[in-house]
C-alpha cells in the first residue's frame, strides 16, 4: 500500500459508513463532514468506486458529501432485474437520491467520468439537483477521433472477459498488468511519489465489480453515450471542470461541449489528464468551491431583491 499524499486533509473529515436498498439491491454509500451543511452527492467513474473521489473530498470542508459505490462496483451489489446502461444507472441515482432522503432538499450533484454521463442522464430526465459539477466530463464519442481504435480494441476485451471460462474472463479483466498500463497512460504528473499512489489506487479499487456481464453492460454504456446527447435537457447551472490533455475527451470538444447547455461555465485545468480528482484534486476543489459560492451568493442576493 502506497502512502496518499491526501491522507492527512482526509483524516480530519468525518465519514460514516452507511446501507441501503435502492431498487431492490443493496447501495454501499459513505457520507463526509457533518450534518446540516451543504449537500454534494457524487457519481464516480467507469470501474471506480467512491475511494477515487476521497481526495477532492479532502479539500471540500463545510459540506456534507454522499458518496456511493455505483451498482455493480465497489461495495455495492449489482443492479436488480435492470440493464447496467445508462437508463439503469439514470434510474438507480433517482431512486437513491429519494432513497437517502435527499427528494425535494436541496443538494449538488458531481459526477466523474462515467459518473458526468449517468448524472447528465439523470437530470435530462427530471432530475432536480440545485446545481450540476461534471468533473472530466465525457463530451465526445469514445468510438470516433483519434481514439477510437483503442476504444474497439476495449470493447472487444470487455467481451473476451465476459466470453470465457469464469475463472479465465475474471483473470483477464483483473489482469495487473492491464491495470498498469492503463494507470500509466491516464497519469500525466512526474511526481514519482504521485504516481505511485495513482497506480496503487487502481491496483486496489479497479478490480471490484461485481460480476463480468454487468462489466461489459457498463462498458458498453460508458462508449455509447456521451454527455453532448443529455446537456440541451439540463436547465440548472452546471460546472464542467476539464483537463488541458486528457486522452478520452479531447480540450477542444469541451468547449464545444460547455455551448450545449442551457447554463454551464467551463473551468479548464492545465497539465493534467483523465485523473483530476488524483493529481489536482485542490485545484478541482477550488473551482468547485467557487462555483458553489457564486451560486449561493446569487441566490441570497435574488431573495434580498424580492423582500
Known amino acids: 500500500m502506497t502512502a496518499s499524499p491526501y491522507a492527512a486533509a482526509l483524516a480530519r473529515v468525518p465519514v460514516r459508513e452507511h446501507r441501503t436498498t435502492v431498487l431492490g439491491s443493496e447501495t454501499a454509500w459513505w457520507e463526509y463532514g457533518e450534518p446540516g ?11 471506480g468506486d467512491h475511494h477515487g473521489l476521497e481526495p477532492v473530498v479532502a479539500h471540500l470542508p463545510g459540506f456534507r458529501i454522499v458518496s456511493p459505490d455505483l451498482p455493480g462496483f465497489g461495495a ?15 434510474a438507480w441515482l433517482a431512486a437513491f437520491i429519494e432513497a437517502v432522503g435527499l427528494a425535494g432538499e436541496p443538494y449538488t450533484l458531481l459526477g466523474h467520468s462515467f459518473g458526468s454521463i449517468v448524472s447528465s442522464a439523470a437530470v435530462a430526465s427530471g432530475l432536480r439537483p440545485e446545481r450540476l459539477l461534471l468533473v472530466n466530463p465525457i463530451g465526445a464519442p469514445a468510438l470516433d477521433g483519434p481514439r477510437g481504435v483503442m476504444t474497439r480494441l476495449a470493447v472487444g476485451y470487455y467481451r473476451a472477459g465476459a466470453a470465457l471460462p469464469e475463472r479465465a474472463g475474471f483473470a483477464l479483466l483483473r489482469n ?7 494507470s500509466v497512460t491516464m497519469a500525466k504528473t512526474h511526481d514519482k511519489a504521485l504516481r505511485g499512489f495513482i497506480h ?7 478490480s471490484e465489480f461485481a460480476d463480468r456481464d454487468m ?18 435537457d439540463i436547465h440548472v447551472p452546471t460546472l464542467l471542470v476539464a483537463a488541458e490533455r486528457d486522452d478520452i475527451t479531447p480540450i477542444a470538444a469541451q468547449y464545444t461541449l460547455v455551448e450545449r447547455f442551457p447554463d454551464a461555465k467551463l473551468a479548464v485545468i492545465p497539465g493534467v489528464g483523465h485523473l483530476i480528482h488524483y493529481e489536482t484534486p485542490v485545484v478541482a476543489a477550488t473551482h468547485i468551491r467557487a462555483f458553489l459560492t457564486m451560486k449561493s451568493a446569487e441566490s441570497t442576493e435574488a431573495t434580498e431583491a424580492g423582500a
Open 37 to 47: 451543511a451543504p449537500v454534494l452527492v457524487l457519481a464516480h467513474g467507469f470501474r
Open 76 to 90: 455495492s451489489a449489482r443492479l436488480n432485474g435492470r440493464a447496467h446502461d445508462i437508463d439503469g444507472y439514470a
Open 176 to 182: 495487473r498488468l492491464v491495470v498498469r498500463v492503463m
Open 200 to 206: 496503487d489506487q487502481h491496483d486496489r479499487y479497479f
Open 215 to 232: 462489466l461489459l453492460e457498463a462498458f458498453r454504456a460508458s462508449v455509447s453515450h456521451d454527455v453532448r446527447e443529455f446537456a440541451p
